[in-house]
């Protein structure tokens, strides 16, 4: 159940952490279930859905042996995946936080393999991907299954931020960069000026934004894949008024009279 707090800290700051949602059991299941799914794709696997590491230059690990980067529909790829999706623990966040039911917007993964610099991903917000919406109860939760932080693949945050509109999103090369990779970031955003956090995260942990929130997917200089599941929600009152979202996840009811449908 949320916490007063927690409800005031999404409110003021966009997002809070919730330490320990799922126990040592639970994110065994979950990071078996996304290991089977990264070892089962290949480099001619890629399209919109299944990303790779457009770095090419540093072999992956033996549970990400492609380098994959971002994985999405995990609903129907796993059912243990399907499963998370629908738990009561992610949906209660979201329906005591908007007081309302629930629907699903995306159910993905964001993969940071071992020695992975995600500086291109940037600086953002997820709104702009989702507009035109009838109102602002759309937001993210990332279930970490990995011990991850400022270096080794966690998500730093504005806080604040969500308040702040929808500033351009733009992409700017970079010295040294290949020409095909630029960065990511935000017209008028200095990274320098900002108060930025950058948790660490411990395997179970759970990160609750709000899609308009500045955040951005850290670096992985360490020597293993962090997985980080990624779980959209929106209150069923929030209309995606041009029916924008293409993920398989869209509109699907999660909550209906605050208990979780089966699916
Ligand atoms: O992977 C992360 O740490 C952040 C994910 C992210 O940037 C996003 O979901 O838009």
Redesign the pocket.
């Known amino acids: 159940m949320l916490t007063e707090s927690q409800t005031q800290q999404y409110e003021r700051d966009g997002y809070f952490i919730v330490t320990g949602l799922f126990d040592g059991g639970e994110v065994r299941q979950l990071r078996e279930a996304m290991i089977g799914l990264l070892q089962s794709f290949s480099l001619s696997d890629r399209c919109p859905d299944v990303g790779f590491d457009p770095w090419r230059r540093t072999d992956g690990d033996d549970a990400n042996p492609n380098r994959i980067v971002y994985l999405n529909d995990l609903h129907l790829r796993h059912a243990r995946l399907n499963q998370h999706m629908r738990s009561e623990k992610l949906a209660e966040i979201f329906t005591g936080l908007w007081q309302a039911d629930v629907n699903a917007f995306q159910a993905?993964s964001?993969i940071?393999p071992n020695d992975y610099n995600?500086d291109y991903?940037g600086w953002?917000q997820?709104t702009p991907d989702y507009v035109p919406l009838s109102n602002d109860r759309n937001g993210?939760v990332?279930t970490y299954l990995d011990h991850?932080g400022p270096d080794t693949?966690?998500?730093s945050l504005v806080p604040g931020t969500h308040r702040s509109g929808l500033p351009k999103r733009i992409y700017l090369p970079v010295d040294g960069w290949p020409e095909y990779l630029k960065k990511r970031t935000m017209e008028g955003f200095d990274e320098d000026k900002a108060t930025i956090v950058a948790p660490h995260f411990n395997p179970g942990d759970a990160l609750v934004f709000h899609s308009s929130i500045y955040?951005?997917?850290?670096a992985n200089y360490s020597a293993t894949t962090k997985i980080?599941l990624?779980n959209v929600y929106q209150a069923v009152d929030c209309v995606d008024l041009t029916r924008r979202n293409q993920f398989k996840a869209a509109d699907l009811p999660i909550t209906r009279r605050g208990q979780i449908v089966a699916g």
């Open positions: 993905a964001v940071k995600a991903l953002h997820d993210c990332i991850m693949g966690g998500t955040h951005k997917a850290n980080g990624i």
